[in-house]
């Protein structure tokens, strides 16, 4: 069995660079040292946490009071193929962009889309993580999972998860229950260019049929000019979800925002927001563009001036604190001018119910 340590900080183990200590920790490599650390776990009554590329969590000034788990699972193998698909295993410890980088020199069509996103793949599944008009849940088959209540290790597929706009029940209905200890992928041997997104249409413009190769290079070059490099800038990325309303719902925020910022506000949020049918897309920048939030700071936690989605740890000294007034503010900010009530991606570690409730008041 690994050593289990004691009092150990995570603020260098999560891309945000901000949290407490862990009371205990361990990292396991192998399904035999994680079963170990989750005896460890249940022996002495601790509340586990499973711990990957640490991106996409906001961990409290406290720390966590239990056990942190660190997978550093690793490898990528091959399990089936046939003349147009071929699925893919990796290791929940694996890096992200490891595995997209491996898809793409192989010619897989699929996650080319999701190129430099930062974490682990086992951390794919449990925010359902998309961009650029990819998701997750598109190429996610099984998952090889293991129940912390009764230790059993099972397969999973992708119809059990839970799956919805950056939800699954790993975050959702069963948080904590479940650790993912391997994903595997249905990829496409022929495929075609996804270029729904604006950027991405833009960026290839002109020309014809972009490869595999061009698509990640261009993923990466728009990422790269938008979002903060959390190995420079602690982050956890789009900190806030974009929203899809209905007709009506949307017709009364336009009707709150003539009220409170005036017709022209009003119509600019209705000439950028895409409508579907009965469904229209509201880019939750736009809103905190037009409610005068950007560049808004709260000690060292600020919005990011490229991408007022993004909450950055702009001094490396940030606290957790800063980061949820900030997003306290935001919030506050969003719902009196337009009615709406925006939510948090990440996930947030450590923090009591009654610090959440305040946090999150409206």
């Known amino acids: ?62 720390g966590f009071d239990g056990l942190v788990i660190k997978i550093n699972l690793t490898g990528m193998t091959i399990q089936a193929e046939d003349e147009q698909t071929i699925l893919l295993n990796a290791a929940a410890g694996e890096c992200w962009d490891d595995v997209t980088a491996r898809c793409v020199e192989s010619g897989w069509w699929g996650i080319e889309n999701l190129s430099l996103i930062p974490g682990s793949a086992g951390a794919l599944a449990v925010q359902n993580v998309g961009a650029y008009g990819q998701e997750a849940s598109e190429v996610i088959e099984s998952l090889d999972v293991c129940d912390l209540a009764d230790g059993r290790r099972f397969q999973m597929t992708t119809q059990q998860c839970g799956f919805g706009y950056r939800v699954s029940m790993f975050n959702t209905t069963c948080p904590g229950r479940y650790l993912i200890l391997s994903v595997t992928l249905r ?31 261009a993923v990466i070059a728009i990422r790269n000019a938008k979002l903060p490099d959390p190995a420079i800038i602690g982050n956890a990325g789009s900190f806030f979800k974009n929203l899809t309303l209905d007709l009506a719902a949307f017709q009364r925020m336009l009707a709150h925002v003539r009220r409170q910022r005036g017709n022209e506000t009003a ?53 957790a604190d800063e980061v949820m007034s900030l997003m306290k503010t935001v919030r506050q900010t969003v719902y009196a001018h337009t009615g709406l009530e925006i939510m948090p991606e990440p996930n947030f570690i450590g923090f009591t119910q009654e610090e959440l409730e305040c946090y999150f008041a409206l």
């Open 267 to 319: 119509a600019v949020i209705e000439t950028r927001c895409r409508i579907s049918g009965n469904q229209v897309k509201v880019p939750t920048a736009l809103l905190l563009d037009v409610c005068g939030l950007k560049g808004l700071k709260i000690g060292g936690a600020a919005l990011y001036d490229k991408h007022p989605l993004i909450l950055i740890n702009a001094t490396g000294n940030a606290t």
């Open 1 to 62: 069995m690994r050593e289990i340590q004691k009092d150990i900080s995570l603020r260098q183990l999560t891309t945000f660079k901000i949290g407490g200590p862990a009371r205990y920790f361990t990292e396991a490599q192998s399904f035999a040292e994680i079963e170990q650390a989750w005896q460890f776990a249940r022996e002495h009554r601790l509340n586990t946490l499973i711990l990957g590329g640490g991106s996409n969590m906001l961990v409290s000034d406290a």
């Open 187 to 217: 990829l496409k041997k022929r495929g075609e260019a996804n270029l729904s997104y604006r950027d991405l249409a833009a960026y290839f413009e002109g020309k014809k049929s972009p490869t595999l190769t061009d698509i990640r290079e």
